[in-house]
C-alpha cells in the first residue's frame, strides 16, 4: 500500500510572523519547521503502513526558498521519501492553487492513500484536502478521528457537530486527520541520521505541467482589499489569588446577577 | 446597491434547521435581493422554517442514502449551473462545519470560484462583496474580495450573525439532481454516533467553564464538570486536553471546536492560544484563572486570577454549594 502524507512548513507558532503592509501576505524570513497538525498524519501513515506490512509512506510538500527542515522531521519519523514542490511562480497562492499544485505532485506516485491534516496550524482554511480529492477525482473522508484500512477500504470514524459517523470509502481515497488521531512519535537518533540520505525531490511547477501563470499572485482569485486593527477587549482586572480568589469570583458572579 | 442572489447551505440539526444556518439567512437578506437555499437532504420538513426565515426557494437534493454531502451537494449544484437548470448566484454562503467545508472546497475546483474562509462578517464594498476574517488572534481584521469571473464562496463562522424570523412564506422545493458520481462518490456513512455531554449545550450555555492543560491530569477535568454543574453551565475544553484524550472533541471551544458567545467564561488552567481565544473572546465576560501571570489568556479576561486552579476551584464549588 502506498500512502502518501501532505505536510505543510511553517512558521514556528511561537513567532507568528507579521503581514507584509504592501504584498499583504505573511512576511515568513525565519526557518519554517514540521507542522504540528501534519505529524498526526505521518504518524497515522507509518502505523498504516505497518500494519500492512508491504506499506510505503511518501511525503508531499510545498513550500517557498526549497525549505526542507520540516520534511526532515517528517523524514526522521520514518517516511521514506519526499517531494517538494518550490516556485517563485507559487508566491501568493490560495488554497485552490495549493491544492491543484499539490494534487499534481500527488498523483505521480499513483498513491492508495492520501493522508492530510485538516487544517494547518497558520492558514487553517480547512478545505484544501477536499480540493486535492476534487482535483485527483478521488473519494474522500474529512475530519477523520479513527482510521484503518481492511483490504480496499478505508473504515474512518468522521467528526461530525454531535459526535461522528463511521464511513466505509473505497481506495484510493483522500482522508483528512484531525490532531489526536494518533500520538505522534519522536525522531529518534537513528531517524534524524538516516534521515539525511532519504530521497528528496525537488520540483518547480513547470515540472507538474502546470502553467506558472495559473497559480500564485497570477492565477489568484481572491484579492485582499484592506487589513484593519480588531477592536480590542478593555483590559481587566487581575488579581494574585491569596486564598480569597474565590469570593473575588462569587462577587464577579452575583454583579452580574447570573447566580 | 446590493447582490441580486445569494445561495445559502442549510444543514440540519434533529428536526430543525441548524442555527449556523438561519444566522447566514439573516445576513443575507442584508445584502441580497433574493436569498434561496441549498441543502443535501430531503428539504420537505424544513420549508416551513428556511421561509420563515427568508429563503424564496430550497434546491434540495433529496435522501443522499448515506453518501457524504460534499460531494454529492457540490455535483449537484455544479451540474445544475452548468447546465443553466438555474442561474449562478452572485455568492455562496456556508457555515464552517465539517459538511460547510467539504461542500466549499468540491464547489470551488467544479466552478473555479475561491473559497474565503472563517468569515465573522460579511460587508457590501459598492458591487463587491467583502469577507472579513479575524487573525493573529483576533487582533486584526482582513477583508478579501473574490476576483474571479465566478460567484465567491465564503465559509462563515458560527455565531458571526443574529438570525431572526421575519414571517415569510414557506419556502418553494427545488429539486438538484446529484446523479450517479461512480467511485469519487463511494463513501458510505454506516452509522451515526452523538457523543452526549451534562446540562446545557456548549454553544448556547449562559454560563461556560472551561479547563485547559493547567489542569495537570485527566482526572483534574471532574472539578471543572462539577464546577458547570453548580452554575448550570456548560463544562468546555481547550484544544490541548482534547489532544490529549482528556475529553471528547464535542466539548472544544476554539478555532477548531465551537465558537461560544455565553454571558460568562469561565477560562480555567487555559493559556490563552489563538487557536482557543478565537473561540471564545465575544463572551460577554471573561474569568480567567491561571498561574502564569504572563499567559495571554489575561489579555481578554474581565477578572484575572493568578493562581493554582487546584485551589482555587474547589474552594470556588464549596462556597458556591453554601
Given at each position: ?41 505521518v ?75 485538516t ?95 495559473s497559480v ?14 480588531a ?8 488579581f ?20 | ?11 440540519t ?14 445576513k ?55 447546465r ?45 462583496l ?10 486584526t ?37 446529484v ?38 491530569a ?38 477548531t ?53 487546584h ?12
Amino acid at each position: 500500500m502506498k500512502i502518501v502524507v501532505c505536510v505543510k512548513q511553517i512558521p514556528d507558532p511561537a513567532d507568528p510572523g507579521a503581514l507584509d503592509p504592501e504584498s499583504k501576505t505573511l512576511v515568513r524570513d525565519q526557518k519554517l519547521i514540521l507542522d504540528e497538525s501534519d505529524s498526526y498524519g505521518v504518524e497515522m501513515a507509518l502505523q498504516l503502513a505497518d500494519a500492512n506490512g508491504e506499506g510505503s509512506v511518501h511525503l508531499v510538500s510545498m513550500a517557498p526558498d526549497n525549505q526542507i527542515a520540516g520534511l526532515r522531521t517528517a523524514l526522521a519519523m520514518g517516511a521514506d521519501s519526499a517531494t517538494l514542490v518550490s516556485d517563485e511562480a507559487l508566491k501568493g497562492s490560495d488554497a485552490l492553487s495549493t491544492a491543484r499544485v499539490l494534487a499534481a505532485a500527488i498523483a505521480r506516485s499513483e498513491p492508495d492513500l492520501v493522508l492530510a491534516a485538516t487544517e494547518s496550524s497558520d492558514g487553517y482554511t480547512g478545505t484544501v484536502p477536499e480540493m486535492m480529492a476534487e482535483f485527483l477525482e478521488l473519494p474522500s473522508v474529512t475530519f477523520a478521528k479513527a482510521v484503518t484500512v481492511d483490504g480496499n477500504v478505508a473504515k474512518v470514524k468522521r467528526q461530525t457537530e454531535a459526535g461522528y459517523d463511521d464511513v466505509h470509502c473505497p481506495l484510493p481515497a483522500v482522508v483528512s486527520v484531525t490532531a489526536g488521531v494518533v500520538e505522534p512519535r519522536y525522531p529518534s537518533f537513528k531517524g534524524i541520521m538516516s534521515a539525511k540520505s532519504k530521497p528528496l525531490d525537488q520540483l518547480g511547477v513547470s515540472d507538474l505541467g502546470i502553467e506558472p501563470g495559473s497559480v500564485g499572485w497570477a492565477g489568484g482569485n481572491q484579492e485582499i482589499v484592506r487589513i484593519a486593527d480588531a477592536p480590542s477587549r478593555a483590559a481587566g482586572e487581575v488579581f494574585e489569588d491569596e486564598g480569597d480568589a474565590h469570593e473575588r469570583i462569587v462577587a464577579f458572579l452575583e454583579d452580574l446577577k447570573v447566580l | 446597491m446590493g447582490l441580486d442572489k445569494i445561495w445559502v447551505f442549510a444543514e440540519t440539526d434533529g428536526a430543525a434547521v441548524a442555527t449556523i444556518s438561519l444566522e447566514m439567512l439573516a445576513k443575507a437578506r442584508e445584502i441580497a435581493g433574493t436569498v434561496e437555499v441549498f441543502m443535501g437532504c430531503d428539504g420537505e420538513d424544513y420549508a416551513t422554517e428556511l421561509g420563515d426565515h427568508g429563503a424564496e426557494a430550497v434546491y434540495c437534493t433529496g435522501d443522499l442514502d448515506g453518501a457524504l454531502q460534499g460531494v454529492s451537494v457540490a455535483s449537484a449544484v455544479a451540474n445544475a449551473i452548468q447546465r443553466g437548470d438555474v442561474d449562478a448566484p452572485d455568492a455562496f454562503m456556508l457555515g464552517t462545519t465539517q459538511n460547510g467545508r467539504d461542500v466549499a472546497a468540491r464547489l470551488s475546483v467544479k466552478l473555479q470560484s475561491p473559497v474565503i474562509t472563517n468569515i465573522v462578517d460579511l460587508v457590501l464594498d459598492g458591487d463587491d462583496l467583502l469577507g472579513s476574517e479575524p487573525i493573529f488572534g483576533g487582533t486584526t481584521d482582513v477583508m478579501t474580495k473574490n476576483i474571479s469571473d465566478n460567484p465567491g464562496i465564503f465559509l462563515v463562522r458560527p455565531k458571526s450573525f443574529t438570525a431572526q424570523a421575519v414571517g415569510a412564506a414557506e419556502a418553494m422545493l427545488e429539486d438538484l439532481e446529484v446523479g450517479d458520481l461512480g467511485a469519487v462518490g463511494a463513501a458510505r456513512i454506516i452509522d451515526t454516533f452523538a457523543e452526549e455531554s451534562q446540562g446545557p449545550k456548549l454553544d448556547e450555555a449562559n454560563i461556560v467553564v472551561s479547563g485547559g492543560r493547567g489542569l495537570g491530569a485527566k482526572e483534574a477535568y471532574a472539578m471543572i464538570e462539577e464546577l458547570a454543574g453548580s452554575l448550570g453551565a456548560a463544562p468546555g475544553a481547550s484544544r490541548a486536553i482534547v489532544d490529549a484524550g482528556w475529553v471528547p472533541y464535542s466539548y472544544q471551544v476554539g478555532q477548531t471546536g465551537k465558537v461560544v458567545k455565553p454571558t460568562v467564561y469561565i477560562a480555567c488552567g487555559i493559556s490563552g492560544a489563538t487557536q482557543h481565544l478565537v473561540g471564545m473572546k465575544g463572551s460577554k465576560h471573561i474569568i480567567a484563572i491561571n498561574s502564569d501571570s504572563e499567559a495571554p489568556i489575561f489579555a481578554v479576561a474581565d477578572l484575572g486570577i493568578v493562581g493554582d486552579v487546584h485551589k482555587v476551584v474547589p474552594k470556588l464549588i464549596e462556597t458556591l454549594s453554601d
